[in-house]
């Protein structure tokens, strides 16, 4: 696989729900992104001060400190590094706040993963460090326009064939189980209906080659290293 990043995006996540925390550092992991995941506020202004990452997703609830405070307290040394609130707090007065200090953009939990991915590539996109394609082999996909080029034709995908065929093509020789599919195309709390991979898997093959998306009996799917 080849694509125009040549290091892993380096994300600083500060975010104490360890349900949360966990599930993000999977799904970031699994999208070939580096996870530095802290619960403290303390600490995660320490980390966030050291300016070793690509972005902060930073929570407000936080033990130690607040991370309306953390977020003041960096901008005002002059780091600008690009930050992502994401929390529980929706009210207008909390996101006007958030944004005034210095934050790129606020997401409101509960959240789906691929909103999330959304608004980080975004965010990297605007401050010119996002990666715009990937390939394996004969495919190409666009992460920002969602096209899916195979043997220099264009594909045709829903967005969740493209989230499926994205999250096989930047690992390739990785094998992925149902459920870690279902956690990186679906949010949280969205009901899953029991053959939907299935079914997705399926329209994959007949719009690329049956050998491209390839069944591991008993663990789940891969794309192989071309």
């Given at each position: 696989m080849t694509e125009e990043r040549d290091t892993p995006m380096h994300i600083l996540l500060i975010e104490d729900d360890p349900m949360i925390g966990k599930s993000l550092t999977l799904a970031l992991n699994e999208a070939g992104m580096k996870v530095d995941w802290i619960q403290d506020g303390i600490e995660g202004q320490a980390a966030a001060e050291s300016c070793a990452h690509d972005l902060i997703l930073l929570d407000l609830g936080l033990p130690g400190k607040a991370g309306m405070d953390i977020l003041k307290s960096i901008r005002w040394k002059g780091n600008d590094t690009p930050l992502l609130i994401i929390t529980a707090k929706d009210g207008i007065d909390?996101?006007?706040?958030?944004?005034?200090?210095?934050?790129?953009?606020?997401?409101?939990?509960?959240?789906?993963?691929?909103?999330?991915?959304?608004?980080?590539?975004?965010?990297?996109?605007?401050?010119?460090?996002?990666?715009?394609?990937?390939?394996?082999?004969?495919?190409?996909?666009?992460?920002?326009?969602?096209?899916?080029?195979?043997?220099?034709?264009?594909?045709?995908?829903?967005?969740?064939?493209f989230s499926l065929l994205q999250m096989l093509v930047e690992r390739p020789g990785t094998i992925f189980s149902r459920s870690q599919i279902e956690e990186r195309i679906y949010g949280w709390g969205e009901e899953v209906e029991s053959n939907v991979i299935d079914v997705l898997i399926h329209y994959l093959r007949k719009k690329f080659d049956n050998d491209i998306v390839r069944n591991v009996r008993g663990i789940g799917w891969m794309v192989v290293k071309p």
């Open positions: 909390d996101r006007v706040e958030g944004l005034d200090l210095g934050a790129d953009d606020y997401l409101v939990k509960p959240f789906g993963f691929r909103e999330l991915l959304a608004r980080v590539k975004a965010i990297m996109r605007r401050n010119g460090q996002s990666p715009s394609s990937l390939s394996n082999g004969e495919i190409t996909l666009n992460t920002s326009s969602h096209e899916a080029t195979y043997r220099g034709k264009t594909i045709l995908l829903s967005s969740k064939e």
